[in-house]
Each structure stands twice: as structure tokens, then as C-alpha cells.
């Protein structure tokens, strides 16, 4: 009996010690459950916390007294904006040229503010609207311009030797105002290009002769040096860049104080790319940003699209434009398309 009751003591200790075995290796796989939860949250703050911190948005997290909780890098940049901010209304407002959305919620105890750049998208709106307006009235317009410029031509040919020249001043006038219709009507609806071969000495014919119609009152030297190479685009299209860039030359040197300029266009061919540098001698360029920007303009005379046209047309032709302003020189670039 005393044999049985050993036997069931020492199994009953075994049993034990079992338990405890099992319940030390359950602890120990707990506590490793734990570790590895909370090395997973941690990461995930520390992702979320990277997320937030490069977004372009500035984030500001307050406390229910105010003070500051959290702020991102964006938010730290824009420091000052933070205290133009009215908490109490969100909505648009303007700081330093820009315009921000500001958007708030409150979570629990804490405020979260957000700022949000629009200025593009403000931008973009401004100029549909004036584009709108400049489409309506260029095609009001197009229509009396015409009519005077059919008489204008009826008055050349039956004028005197002394009246002719003042007509063609009038034809000159005219001739102008039809080309600024034309770009602000081709800049609303749009470039679309129609490619077919021509000679790039084909464009330095047009040239010539739009300089001609072109009003200035120095005494300017051109030297257009165009080479002969035969190329698949819209050649109506690039002649118009081409002449804008000259005639903003013409502007660039009576504006001056020079009583004389002169105005360059080399050529250079790449493995790549036709090149055409064009240069002159007039004022310089005041703000590189502004210059391919639209209804933005320094010119005395213009109306701030012809560049940003120019911009889009070679863009559609697949092609680059770039301003260096030491010396003042426009490059434009056009492809070699392989055969």
C-alpha cells in the first residue's frame, strides 16, 4: 500500500513539473508574441511617421490647449504660414504669392490642421478664364480687322506717292494685330500640328519678310543663318516661333538705350537634334521664370502669349526651348527622326 502511495506521489510530481514545464515554455512563447507585436507596431510608427512627414502637405497635430503635438517637415518649412492660419475657419488663403487650402478636424482631444498648395490649380483656373475671354474677343475681332485690312489694300493701290507710306504703316498695324488674333485663338483651342517636308531656308524667307511688316525704329542688323536641311513638320508653326523669338529680339533692343542692335540665329546639327541659337543685343531678361509663362509679360508692346506659344509648338513637335541668360541666347532644339 505504502508502495502504491509513492508511486502516485512521485507521478503526481512528475505531473507537476510537467505543468510548469509547459507553462514556462507558453510564458516564453507569449513574451516572444509580444516582442514581435510590438516590434511590428513600432515599425508601423515609424512608417506612418515617414509617410507623414514627406508628404507635400503641411500637417500640424495640436493639443486641446493649443500647444503643438506633431508637425511634418512640410509643416516646419512652412512655419509662418501656421500662424496666418485661422483655426477657427478653414477655407483658401493667399501667403507669398501662394494660395493654400486649409483643412481642419478635430479627433479626440487633438486638432489636426492641414495646408495644401492650389497655387497651380488656382493658376490653371485664372487662365481658362482669360483664355475664354481672349478667344471671345479675338473672334470679335477677326471679323472688323479683316475689313479694314481689304480697304487698307484698296487705299494702297488708288493713294498717291504721299499717302502710300502712311498706309503701309496702317498695313503694318494691321498685319500685327491679325498675327497677336492668330496666336491667341491657336493658344485657346489648342496646337495641333500638320508635318509635311520642307527647307529650313524656306523659313528663312518668311522671316525676311515678316521682319519687313515688323514696325522699329533702330537701326538693327540681322544675320539669319539658316542651313539648307530638309525636315518633316508643320512649317507654318515653326515659322511662327521663329518669328516671334526675332520680333521679341526687335522689342528687346527698342527698348534699349543702344540707338543700333543686332539680332543672330546660327545653326548647329547633332547626331540628335537641329539647334538654333538665337540672339541679340536688347535688355536682358529680368525673371527666367516669367519668361515661357502666359498673359505674363516685361515688354512695353505684346500681350504675353507669344513665348508660351512657342513653348507649346515646338513641346508638340517633340522638340525643346531653353533660355540661358548670360548671353541672352534662345535654344531651340527640334529631333532627327531615323528613318
Not at 33 to 43: A, F, P, V
Not at 241 to 257: C, G, M
Not at 295 to 311: D, P, V
Not at 326 to 333: E, G, H, M, R, V
Request: some cysteine.
Amino acid at each position: 500500500m505504502r508502495l502504491k502511495i509513492l508511486k502516485g506521489c512521485l507521478m503526481t510530481n512528475q505531473n507537476i513539473q510537467d505543468g510548469l514545464k509547459n507553462l514556462i515554455e507558453q510564458t516564453y512563447l507569449i513574451e516572444q508574441e509580444y516582442k514581435n507585436l510590438h516590434s511590428s507596431y513600432e515599425n508601423l510608427q515609424k512608417i506612418i511617421k515617414d509617410v507623414v512627414d514627406v508628404m507635400p502637405t503641411a500637417l500640424w497635430v495640436l493639443n486641446s490647449d493649443g500647444t503643438l503635438f506633431l508637425q511634418n517637415s512640410q509643416a516646419i518649412k512652412d512655419s509662418e504660414l501656421f500662424q496666418n492660419i485661422n483655426l477657427n475657419t478653414p477655407g483658401e488663403i493667399e501667403f507669398k504669392g501662394c494660395v493654400y487650402l486649409i483643412k481642419i478636424a478635430n479627433k479626440d482631444d487633438k486638432k489636426i490642421v492641414s495646408a495644401v498648395d492650389i497655387t497651380n490649380e488656382k493658376r490653371n483656373e485664372r487662365l481658362a478664364s482669360m483664355g475664354q475671354v481672349a478667344a471671345h474677343l479675338a473672334h470679335e475681332i477677326r471679323n472688323p480687322i479683316g475689313s479694314v485690312s481689304l480697304l487698307t489694300s484698296t487705299l494702297l493701290r488708288k493713294a498717291d506717292d504721299r499717302i502710300k507710306p502712311m498706309v503701309g504703316e496702317i498695313q503694318k498695324a494691321i498685319w500685327r494685330v491679325e498675327r497677336i488674333i492668330k496666336a491667341t485663338l491657336l493658344f485657346t483651342k489648342g496646337v495641333q500640328i500638320n508635318p509635311d517636308v520642307f527647307n529650313f531656308l524656306e523659313l528663312k524667307e518668311e522671316c525676311e519678310e515678316a521682319i519687313k511688316s515688323y514696325t522699329y525704329s533702330k537701326d538693327i542688323k540681322f544675320d539669319l543663318r539658316f542651313k539648307s536641311a530638309f525636315y518633316n513638320a508643320d512649317k507654318d508653326l515653326l515659322g511662327m516661333v521663329f518669328q516671334n523669338l526675332i520680333f521679341n529680339a526687335i522689342d528687346a533692343i527698342e527698348e534699349s538705350e543702344d540707338e543700333s542692335g543686332e539680332v543672330a540665329l546660327s545653326y548647329e546639327k547633332t547626331p540628335q537634334e537641329h539647334k538654333f541659337y538665337i540672339r541679340d543685343s536688347g535688355v536682358k531678361i529680368n525673371d527666367k521664370k516669367m519668361v515661357f509663362e502666359p498673359f505674363k509679360t516685361s515688354k512695353l508692346k505684346g500681350n504675353g502669349l507669344g513665348l508660351s506659344l512657342c513653348l507649346q509648338i515646338i513641346l508638340a513637335h517633340k522638340g525643346s526651348i531653353e533660355v540661358t541668360l548670360s548671353p541672352k541666347t534662345f535654344c531651340i532644339s527640334l529631333p532627327i527622326y531615323k528613318k
